[in-house]
């Protein structure tokens, strides 16, 4: 039996909610507002109606080439995500389906890894890129930022493998598929959801990263984290071509993540809590 | 059926991620406790020589190591009270019945998904600048002095902003665990005429217990390594006050130059951050039994 709620009782917590979450998202419903504003607009106190220009946008642009740090965050998050995806489907594949004695040691092992403070090998990891050549290169971000998720990618797609029945691997052998046209046929159309989720998550942890995307990063291969960092120096007159920089750094990932909150509790709590 | 071919088959998969592993594990590990044996400064990389325990003793007796740990804990603590408390409420609020439920959820869980650079000045500029920002103007408007924020709780400040960055996460995760408890049992409890306290001290805090410890665990992983929120705001100024124990190792490496100095401080960091490790590990380890 359903609990009857009054209307008076409902509509009671939805102005409190609303409320509540109104003032969480308003720092960036301000600095969206902001965006369009003039500089002198932006420091000239509160207000929520902005003269609605696109000066910002196009400013930030012309002076800053927006476009660049921009072009090497999507590089830099959905290549790492994809290297990091084609080493863990084997894996995670395999410890779902042909578990041994060992598998759980693994995965508990593999997510120790995750524990490693990045400050701990900042010195190491400067050096070897500083003498290989990888100091401010989109291919040394990519291949620390596919390292660095691996675990939780390989954690994750281990999670959704292991909800899919054995039973369905015995019927298609006994069809007499191989290995192989078993999984093209039978197994990819099931784990192709949680690839997917897990392919999600990971792109919006490689896009916010900014330890490594700062540290081992100058002008040439700065992703928009390195990008808006370096804003922090100067001060005042600038706010609104920040915001619009910023409304645009985040409005993908905002969007992303929207999509995504169901496998972002299983990702980060590692299945943990579903 | 399983045979030596897919056991076979099977470990060749498994094999590249763990390789990868293991070298990103050991290889830049052992670099770290290598150099922290060493004198080695980049500014006179041709001086390097054996340093003994010398440079941790140099990290432990400057005063910054212990101010900065001082810092680790209440940015740690701090934000866990403020993101565990408020996230219960907030998922609590959440879970009752609202009209345009879908909607406030995304307004809540939104700030998980802006960069930390972008938070961080987001707060610094627009909201607590002391003469611009929208605290200031608020202040002002209710004739009271505006507060300097980075100024006058430089601390303070930066527990805000990370905390409003986490806030979401613990919310979004403790609804996730309230909306799994039995609806039935509520109703049970309710029938019986438990109030409002007793329901949530007998009935939901308990059944809430594993996502909490799973929050604070998790959580401490990632506030122990604070840093893009420091960087962009006050540098870990004014003086060390807000330098933690990652940002004196980043201002000690890349600063100072000082390679031995900075590794023997990314041993300690590796030492702590695996003691909260351990219990994160047993916790979710017991979860894979199931």
Redesign the interface.
């Known amino acids: 039996?359903a609990?009857a709620?009054s209307t008076r009782r409902?509509?009671v917590?939805?102005v409190?909610?609303?409320l509540?979450?109104?003032i969480?998202?308003?720092?960036?419903l301000?600095?969206i507002i902001?965006s369009f504003k003039t500089e002198p607009e932006?420091?000239a106190?509160?207000s929520l109606i902005p003269s609605g220009t696109f000066e910002n946008y196009i400013e930030v642009q012309a002076q800053r080439d927006y476009f660049r740090p921009f072009l090497n965050s999507v590089v830099i998050s959905l290549g790492s995500t994809l290297i990091a995806l084609l080493?863990?489907v084997?894996?995670a594949?395999?410890?779902a389906?042909?578990p041994?004695r060992r598998t759980?040691d693994?995965?508990?092992w593999?997510?120790?890894?995750?524990?490693?403070?990045?400050?701990?090998?900042?010195?190491?990891?400067?050096?070897?890129f500083r003498d290989t050549g990888l100091l401010d290169t989109r291919t040394g971000l990519t291949i620390v930022l596919t390292?660095v998720n691996?675990?939780i990618v390989?954690w994750m797609l281990y999670t959704y493998f292991r909800e899919i029945p054995g039973e369905i691997l015995e019927a298609a052998?006994m069809d007499g598929a191989s290995?192989l046209k078993e999984i093209v046929y039978v197994l990819t159309p099931m784990a192709v959801p949680g690839i997917a989720s897990t392919m999600l998550l990971n792109i919006?942890l490689a896009?916010?990263e900014?330890?490594w995307t700062?540290?081992l990063s100058a002008a040439n291969a700065a992703p928009?984290?390195?990008f808006?960092?370096s804003?922090?120096s100067p001060q005042?007159l600038f706010?609104a071509k920040?915001?619009a920089a910023?409304t645009l750094?985040?409005a993908p990932?905002?969007i992303?993540?929207?999509f995504s909150?169901?496998q972002?509790?299983r990702g980060?709590?590692?299945?943990?809590?579903? | 059926?399983?045979t030596r071919q897919?056991?076979s088959?099977?470990?060749l998969?498994?094999a590249?991620?763990?390789v990868?592993?293991l070298i990103?594990?050991i290889?830049?590990?052992a670099?770290?406790l290598w150099?922290s044996f060493q004198n080695y400064n980049l500014l006179n990389p041709v001086m390097r020589s054996f340093a003994g325990f010398d440079n941790y003793r140099y990290f432990y007796t400057d005063p910054a190591f212990f101010e900065s740990i001082a810092n680790t804990l209440a940015i740690v603590v701090g934000v866990l009270l403020i993101t565990v408390i408020g996230g219960i409420l907030?998922a609590l609020?959440?879970d009752?019945?609202?009209?345009?439920q879908g909607?406030?959820?995304?307004?809540?869980?939104?700030?998980?998904?802006?960069?930390?650079?972008?938070?961080a000045?987001?707060?610094?500029?627009?909201?607590m600048h002391p003469?611009?920002g929208?605290l200031a103007?608020?202040a002002r408007s209710l004739g009271l002095q505006p507060v300097d924020w980075f100024a006058q709780y430089p601390l303070l400040s930066i527990v805000i902003i990370v905390s409003?960055q986490w806030?979401?996460?613990a919310t979004?995760?403790l609804l996730?665990?309230l909306q799994?408890l039995d609806e039935e049992q509520k109703?049970a409890a309710?029938m019986d005429g438990a109030n409002f306290f007793n329901r949530f001290r007998y009935l939901t805090l308990p059944h809430l217990a594993?996502?909490i410890t799973?929050v604070i665990l998790?959580q401490t992983?990632f506030l122990?390594?604070v840093?893009?929120e420091i960087?962009?705001?006050t540098?870990g100024g004014p003086g060390y006050a807000t330098t933690n124990?990652?940002f004196l190792?980043?201002r000690t490496?890349?600063l100072s130059y000082d390679?031995g100095g900075?590794?023997a401080?990314?041993?300690i960091?590796?030492v702590?951050?695996?003691i909260?490790?351990i219990f994160?590990?047993r916790?979710?380890?017991r979860?894979?039994e199931r």
């Open positions: 039996m609990r709620i409902k509509t917590t939805t409190v909610a609303w509540v979450a109104l969480i998202f308003f720092p960036i301000y600095t902001t932006a420091i106190g509160i080493i863990s084997p894996a594949w395999s410890m389906f042909s041994a759980k693994i995965l508990m593999m997510l120790s890894t995750k524990m490693m403070p990045a400050v701990g090998v900042l010195v190491p990891m400067y050096l070897i390292l691996l675990p390989v052998r290995t919006i896009w916010n900014s330890f700062i540290r928009l984290t390195a808006i960092a804003f922090s005042g706010w920040l915001s910023s750094a985040i990932i905002l992303m993540g929207w909150q169901k972002l509790v980060l709590t590692f299945g943990a809590v579903k | 059926m399983a897919t056991r088959l099977a470990r998969m498994l590249p991620s763990v990868l592993l990103w594990m290889v830049p590990l670099m770290t150099y907030l609020l959440l009752q019945p609202i009209f345009g909607i406030v959820r995304i307004l809540v869980i939104s700030p998980f998904f802006v960069m930390p650079p972008v938070a000045l987001i707060w610094k500029n627009m909201i003469g611009y929208v103007d608020v409003w806030l979401p996460f979004l995760i996730t665990a799994s109703e309710e594993r996502a799973v998790i992983i122990l390594a840093y893009a960087l962009v705001t540098n124990l990652a190792i980043y490496a890349l390679i900075a590794s401080g990314g041993v960091a590796v702590l951050a695996n909260v490790a994160l590990m916790a979710v380890g979860n894979l």
